[in-house]
């Protein structure tokens, strides 16, 4: 006699396929995660090292000063000259970090995200240094992603931000308050651009050169330099 009837799995079967599945999944989803992270941190590094080139093209223009203007206040210049000016920068996505979860933007305007902040010490008494006033620019960092304060990566500068604008400084950012980490490898990491104009993924912090450092806690003799000129 024949058996017409179809094969089916037991409920074992479909357990033990599930949990295959679930292993399976369990192992590729952090490397998946890892891929993406480091593709988010190379393009991150892509964004500074435009931003270097325009600031170089602003200054060789404007005498060797940073881009400035008339107060201390006024740290958000560089947007308006680097993002609306297409001379310095050819898109305003440039400003904006991969790590920065909000819509992006083709075209900036006053509503467009700002990722990226630049380190206030640049100015002095209000106006903007120039670059040979640098003890050491290898060690000085100029910009760095700017992030808010919270337990995830967050940012929420604007176009528009109000003075002093977009500005980083050790762990402290504005606007966004104090960051608790990097923006990737679990938060141990973070790229910055420093004044010689190249640039670098480094450690958050730790007992060697950290981007949080502003005196030697041991091994980073350059940590004085790091956010003052």
């Known amino acids: ?97 991969p790590f920065d979860a909000r819509a992006t933007s083709e075209l900036g305007d006053a509503n467009a995200a700002i990722s990226y902040g630049i380190n206030p010490n640049v100015y002095s008494s209000g106006n903007p240094i120039l670059a040979d006033k640098i003890t050491k620019p290898s060690t000085f960092i100029v910009f760095a992603p700017a992030q808010k304060s919270g337990t995830t990566v967050a940012f929420q500068g604007l176009g528009n931000s109000a003075a002093p604008g977009v500005e980083v400084q050790a762990t402290t950012s504005t606007p966004g308050g104090v960051a608790t980490g990097g923006t990737h490898n679990q938060r141990t990491k973070i790229n910055a651009l420093f004044a010689d104009w190249h640039v670098e993924t480094m450690a958050w912090t730790g007992t060697g050169p950290a981007f949080t450092h502003t005196s030697d806690p041991g091994g980073d003799p350059g940590a004085q330099y790091r956010w003052s000129p």
């Open 1 to 97: 006699m024949t058996n017409n009837r179809s094969p089916a799995f037991t409920i074992i079967e479909m357990i033990v396929v599930l949990g295959v599945i679930a292993i399976m999944m369990s192992i590729t989803y952090p490397v998946y995660t890892s891929i993406s992270q480091r593709a988010k941190a190379t393009k991150d590094l892509s964004n500074l090292r435009q931003i270097a080139l325009a600031t170089q093209m602003y200054m060789n223009d404007s005498s060797g000063a940073f881009s400035g203007c008339a107060t201390q206040t006024c740290t958000l210049t560089w947007v308006s000259q680097f993002g609306t000016n297409q001379k310095y920068l050819s898109a305003w996505p440039v400003l904006e970090s």
